[in-house]
């Protein structure tokens, strides 16, 4: 079945410093990929896609790219800021549903310190 | 900015107690959905529902869960009997294509 496996967090880090988020999926057919933000008492919001292989998403400075080879979505930034704090989840679309659900991953908590 | 909104923010029930939980989705959108978060856990899908009916659900949703569309705006979840663990964080989202589905900031539900 699909399933998307998230690294453990809760992960600090200081203003400026790198950040990534691992996600590794397993699915039937060609899924779509996603990375969704949760700022504190906010609902799920959409932060970036990518809908076939070697696709890179990219928003707000945030990055992830579609690895086929590796079943990789991994989510960077450069330079992450206070503001980022957050809880990230990244999730699959699979083609095989047929009432488009997604399959999402346990979140990882981002705390950034200034 | 369109929005998807969902009422109540937190709802307090007994256990065996039926509750409603309402959503109003983009008004464009064609296709809705819901999905839970048990504290700790992961989201969940729970069911989607396009064309009046529902297209897909999961082994979560059983008998005890419906969905409706009233009317041209509101999409209810409707749990009959709640349980314990019942208890969770109730997601509304709603899109008009495939991708991208735009998520309310959902409905607590503490269940005693």
């Known amino acids: 079945g699909n399933s998307v496996t998230q690294m453990e967090g809760p992960v600090t880090l200081s203003e400026e410093a790198f950040l990534t988020i691992n996600c590794t999926y397993t699915a039937t057919g060609y899924p779509s990929l996603f990375w969704y933000v949760q700022y504190p008492g906010e609902g799920l919001q959409l932060l970036l896609k990518?809908?076939?292989?070697?696709d890179k998403g990219s928003n707000k400075g945030f990055e992830a790219t579609y690895r086929k080879e590796t079943t990789s979505f991994h989510l960077e930034k450069g330079s992450v800021q206070v503001s980022d704090s957050a809880v990230y989840f990244c999730?699959?679309?699979?083609?095989?549903?047929?009432?488009?659900?997604?399959?999402f991953g346990k979140g990882t908590s981002l705390l950034v310190t200034p | 900015e369109p929005e998807v909104t969902q009422t109540p923010s937190h709802q307090v029930t007994q256990m065996g107690q039926e509750v409603i939980l309402r959503c109003v989705p983009i008004?464009?959108?064609?296709?809705f959905y819901w999905y839970r978060q048990i504290l700790g856990q992961k989201v969940e899908f729970l069911v989607s529902f396009y064309n009046n009916e529902i297209s897909e659900k999961s082994e979560i949703f059983d008998d005890q869960f419906s969905v409706e569309r009233p009317d041209g705006s509101n999409f209810t979840l409707k749990i009959r009997s709640t349980k314990l663990e019942d208890s969770a964080m109730y997601f509304c989202a709603s899109n008009g294509g495939i991708y991208e589905q735009y998520f309310g900031p959902g409905t607590r539900l503490t269940v005693t």
């Open positions: 008004s464009n959108h064609l296709y």
């Open positions: 999730a699959l679309l699979s083609n095989s549903n047929s009432g488009y659900a997604l399959n």
């Open positions: 990518a809908t076939k292989a070697d």
